[in-house]
């Protein structure tokens, strides 16, 4: 049974940090890829981070550069996001996403955890 399951989201002010985990399990966790997306109602779900499957290569939208860092711990079957100086343009839905690094065809999504960045 695949599982994503995203946790450390939440209600921050402007300039706060949140840290978003997501615990893979189900599937050979070094095999893939891993992403964050986010999507804000009525707007287009949006690439915001990812990290090879080994770790150390990271790219990031450039909304976010700077702001935010992606880490994986392939021991714990964990990928992090790291969210520091939020703005209120952060607020979404964030999803992690794993992608086979050589099978296009398969992935899995987490079902999603709330940031809202307001004051």
């Known amino acids: 049974q695949v599982q994503l399951v995203e946790s450390g989201g939440g209600l921050v002010q402007p300039g706060g940090s949140l840290r978003l985990s997501c615990a893979a399990s189900?599937?050979?966790?070094?095999?893939?890829?891993m992403s964050w997306y986010r999507q804000a109602p009525g707007k287009e779900r949006e690439l915001v981070a990812g990290?090879?499957?080994?770790?150390?290569?990271?790219n990031y939208a450039d909304s976010v550069k700077g702001r935010f860092t992606i880490s994986r711990d392939n021991a714990k079957n964990t990928v992090y996001l790291q969210m520091n100086s939020l703005k209120p343009e952060d607020t979404a839905v964030y999803y992690c996403?794993?992608?086979?690094?050589?099978?296009?065809?398969?992935?899995?999504w987490g079902q999603g955890t709330q940031v809202t960045v307001s004051s």
């Open positions: 996403n794993a992608q086979h690094k050589r099978l296009n065809g398969i992935g899995y």
């Open positions: 990290i090879v499957s080994a770790g150390g290569i990271t």
């Open positions: 189900g599937f050979i966790f070094s095999n893939y890829r």
